[in-house]
């Protein structure tokens, strides 16, 4: 039996818990039951839990306090979405408790659990039952029970587990939605999947080495020393291809989840003209032609992998190309590089110079050069299907050379994010405040009221206000065959929402557009925005707002080319 835990036992169950979470993420995506193309739990539950496991591997520590502070400091840095804050919040309790400690035991440990869930629901605006807040607490709980009657932490572990298992079968009786579609809350099963990984490390059922999976590159499948060859039985193509970007702020993020998704060892380096990616996948030529979304194909390079170790074994010469000899040596120097924690890109810091400036989430270049024009400082690239993490918007923070610092997320599950980078800003003498925008029209108009000359206080009144008086509506495809709020709806129909609500799933754009004027009749609009995506041409746009002219003959409609991914329209309604 275990009965104490030090730091390298600590760090070893956390690089467990990062594998055993990537390899159950698309499992956890899948019980999202909303249609709409987002960003998914087991996505930013993974890329934040990464952010630790990567930290872990670069430093070794003396005390479980030093280890339990570096995971927490990594994963505020880097949480994504709600499910990606929350589980930060519970990992910054138990570092607090166990601040000062060389080893835990079952009752340290179990303490600094509750004190991990205490975190989350102070942290949260309004705590909801059927998540991974109500699978936390009554696991943490469970578990200082069992230490409470003096068990070992082994066995405190698995009592969490045990009544963790069963507080997640119930999420489904206490959300309405989650029981209409039959699943448990992702979340909650994310934060299982971690601990028992934990658990399996603790009692050496597993370990990093053996289960070792990581976003950052890993060595080559095939290795040929001291004799021994690895012939490895997926992803088996070794992929090395350079694309020329259609622009040069192209944002690459959803490619390296798709690349991701399909295999491993992935590695992508980029400037402002081209980018060049390494991975290893059994369809390279889905990752191909995936890429080139964001650019033209230029050079490629597609070796496999499993051959040539058969014909090392066989005696014989392994084939190769030598096409792209240089790129590829210059990715695995980037890989090593990454590894040892050397090719983290540098975060500049702007000294105060005015007393306001604004950083705002968008996705876009149109919508990027609308904020810029609305005198925006930075641009945090990102929004629905890519949250961004909290270092993502701290960065933009101390470019941005104000002493208050205005955030606007701009999306409901970009806020907890933002709001992280508060004490992380006030550290370098930088006041945030973060207004919670949850569409990127409503921080159009935030914007809009900005005004240099007022007190901060008015400033977030004003601000807050006019938000608060934009209805939006958006327009995407179905990523998922779903039945929900009284709506059947198969993937790739139309979607149309109302301030977030599903009005419906259609066939035909046209169909849409006549139901969602419908809609927005109930608002009496006097001014109406239609920014139109990235997949939309500008006729289709001027048709879809001259059927809105035509319903709303004394509304002012503009059109403006926001280049937005996932939604074809974000319709502004004030």
């Known amino acids: 039996m275990n009965n104490y835990i030090d730091a390298a036992a600590f760090g070893e169950m956390i690089l467990c818990a990062d594998a055993a979470l990537h390899a159950n993420m698309q499992a956890i995506n899948e019980l999202n039951v909303f249609p709409v193309p987002d960003g998914d739990t087991g996505t930013n539950m993974g890329l934040t839990l990464n952010n630790a496991a990567?930290?872990?591997?670069?430093?070794?520590?003396?005390?479980?306090?030093?280890?339990?502070?570096?995971?927490?400091?990594?994963?505020?840095?880097?949480?994504?979405?709600?499910?990606?804050?929350?589980?930060?919040?519970?990992?910054?309790?138990?570092?607090?408790?166990?601040?000062?400690?060389?080893?835990?035991?079952?009752?340290?440990?179990?303490?600094?659990?509750?004190e991990g869930v205490d975190a989350a629901y102070k942290a949260v605006m309004k705590p909801a039952e059927g998540t991974i807040l109500t699978v936390s607490r009554l696991a943490s709980a469970a578990a200082a029970q069992a230490a409470g009657s003096g068990s070992d932490l082994e066995t405190c572990l698995v009592c969490a587990i045990r009544v963790g298992d069963k507080a997640l079968e119930d999420t489904v009786n206490q959300n309405p939605v989650l029981k209409k579609a039959g699943v448990v809350d992702a979340g909650g099963m994310g934060y299982l999947v971690i601990l028992k990984a934990m658990l399996a490390s603790l009692r050496g059922e597993i370990s990093s080495a053996d289960s070792a999976v990581s976003y950052d590159a890993a060595e080559?499948?095939?290795?040929?020393?001291?004799?021994?060859?690895?012939?490895?039985?997926?992803?088996?193509?070794?992929?090395?291809?350079i694309v020329r970007k259609s622009?040069?702020?192209?944002?690459?993020?959803?490619?390296?989840?798709?690349?991701?998704?399909?295999?491993?060892?992935?590695?992508?380096?980029?400037?402002?003209?081209?980018?060049?990616?390494?991975?290893?996948?059994?369809?390279?030529?889905?990752a191909l032609t995936e890429s080139q979304k964001y650019g033209a194909l230029e050079l490629a390079k597609i070796e496999n992998m499993r051959t040539q170790a058969l014909d090392k074994l066989a005696g014989r010469k392994a084939q190769s190309t030598d096409d792209l000899e240089a790129v590829d040596?210059?990715?695995?120097?980037?890989?090593?590089?990454?590894?040892?924690?050397?090719?983290?890109?540098?975060?500049?810091?702007?000294?105060?110079?005015?007393?306001?400036?604004?950083?705002?989430?968008?996705?876009?270049?149109?919508?990027?050069?609308?904020f810029r024009d609305l005198g925006a400082d930075g641009i945090v690239t990102g929004g629905q299907t890519m949250n961004p993490s909290t270092e993502d918007i701290l960065r933009e923070i101390d470019r941005t050379p104000a002493s208050t610092v205005f955030v606007f997320p701009n999306n409901?599950?970009?806020?907890?994010?933002?709001?992280?980078?508060?004490?992380?800003?006030?550290?370098?003498?930088?006041?945030?405040?973060?207004?919670p925008t949850k569409t990127v029209p409503q921080g159009v108009s935030a914007l809009l009221s900005f005004n240099v000359d007022e007190q901060p206080e008015q400033l977030v009144a004003d601000m807050t206000a006019a938000a608060g008086n934009v209805h939006?509506?958006?327009?995407?495809?179905?990523?998922?065959?779903?039945?929900?709020?009284?709506?059947?709806?198969?993937?790739g129909e139309y979607l149309a929402l109302l301030d977030g609500a599903l009005l419906g799933s259609y066939?035909?754009?046209?169909?849409?557009f006549k139901e969602l004027n419908w809609a927005i009749n109930d608002f009496s609009p006097e001014f109406i925005t239609v920014y139109y995506g990235a997949d939309v041409a500008e006729a289709d746009a001027n048709e879809a707002a001259g059927t809105i002219t035509g319903c709303f003959p004394d509304a002012e409609v503009s059109v403006v080319n926001g280049g937005q991914p996932v939604y074809y329209y974000m319709i502004s309604v004030e």
């Open 412 to 435: 409901k599950n970009i806020i907890m994010a933002a709001e992280q980078t508060v004490p992380l800003a006030a550290e370098k003498g930088k006041k945030v405040v973060v207004i």
């Open 507 to 512: 066939s035909s754009i046209p169909t849409l």
């Open 329 to 370: 040596k210059e990715l695995d120097e980037l890989a090593e590089k990454q590894k040892n924690g050397q090719a983290e890109p540098e975060n500049d810091f702007a000294a105060p110079a005015k007393d306001y400036g604004v950083v705002t989430v968008c996705a876009g270049d149109g919508m990027a050069a609308l």
């Open 472 to 491: 939006t509506a958006m327009v995407t495809y179905a990523a998922r065959d779903s039945e929900f709020d009284g709506h059947s709806i198969h993937a």
């Open 54 to 114: 990567t930290e872990l591997r670069k430093k070794s520590f003396s005390t479980i306090d030093e280890a339990a502070s570096c995971v927490a400091s990594a994963l505020l840095r880097g949480a994504r979405g709600n499910s990606g804050v929350i589980l930060s919040l519970l990992f910054r309790g138990i570092s607090r408790r166990l601040k000062g400690l060389e080893t835990a035991g079952a009752e340290e440990f179990t303490a600094a659990m509750n």
């Open 247 to 286: 622009s040069f702020d192209v944002n690459l993020t959803p490619l390296r989840l798709y690349l991701d998704s399909i295999g491993d060892s992935l590695v992508i380096s980029d400037d402002d003209e081209i980018f060049k990616v390494h991975v290893h996948t059994d369809i390279p030529g889905q």
């Open 220 to 241: 080559d499948s095939v290795v040929f020393e001291d004799g021994k060859v690895d012939v490895p039985e997926k992803n088996i193509f070794d992929t090395v291809y």
